[in-house]
């Protein structure tokens, strides 16, 4: 099975620079983003898939194996696990402040954060409970399409639906935890959140 190329995925040159990658996956990131798209496990996967081929192209050592090797190499052991939820958090909090900028009005960047962070997790635990939901009723479905009409294709396709909604169920567990990490670490850090604040208004000036 031939890997996934990430600077298709980004749409992207081999000869692409960090900050054509980092473009890319921003632009992309606003229209494959499941809070955008529609969150459902096939727009997590897809969206998944982008962040993968960003940090892939973003790190010097793994981006020289795939293009030696055409293969996807494996993810750095060594890596603090903390590093992309700091990334997140830092991302989120820039966001915010250019909201405000924009609107001309201070705001408390940590609330919004969490109250946004708090919301998302929200809604992908109803969508996991929903997700679950279909993934156990499905083979009855399935029975009875067979039992009431013969249909065996549609009832296939059912199934098909179901295996696809299951296999993306540890996509939603894991980007809950995720963001559940992310939302501890902005409580945890709140009051070091005026430092960044400050190096952060000092980007954008």
């Known amino acids: 099975m031939v890997a996934p190329n990430p600077y298709k995925i980004l ?13 890319a996956y921003r632009r992309l990131s606003k229209t494959t983003h499941p809070d955008v798209a529609g969150d459902t496990p096939e727009n997590q996967a897809a969206f998944a898939q982008l962040k993968a081929a960003h940090d892939l192209l973003m790190d010097p050592a ?31 909090i820039m966001s915010a402040y250019a909201d405000s900028m924009a609107a001309g009005r201070d705001v408390n960047l940590v609330e919004i954060v969490r109250r946004q962070v708090t919301a998302d997790i929200q809604k992908l635990q109803q969508n996991l409970q929903t997700t679950r939901q279909v993934v156990a009723a499905g083979p009855g479905i399935a029975a009875k ?61």
């Open 11 to 23: 749409g992207l040159r081999k000869a692409a620079t960090p900050a054509q990658v980092r473009a």
């Open 62 to 92: 793994r981006r020289a194996h795939y293009d030696k090797t055409r293969t996807w190499p494996a993810e750095p052991k060594d890596i603090n696990p903390n590093a992309e939820v700091y990334q997140d958090a830092v991302n989120l």
């Open 145 to 205: 399409i067979r039992a009431r009409s013969g249909e065996n294709v549609l009832s296939a396709a059912v199934l098909s639906s179901v295996e696809k909604a299951g296999a993306g169920i540890r996509q939603i567990e894991l980007r809950v935890e995720h963001l559940k990490r992310l939302r501890a670490f902005i409580e945890n850090y709140e009051f070091e959140m005026p430092v960044a604040y400050n190096v952060i208004a000092q980007s954008w000036a």
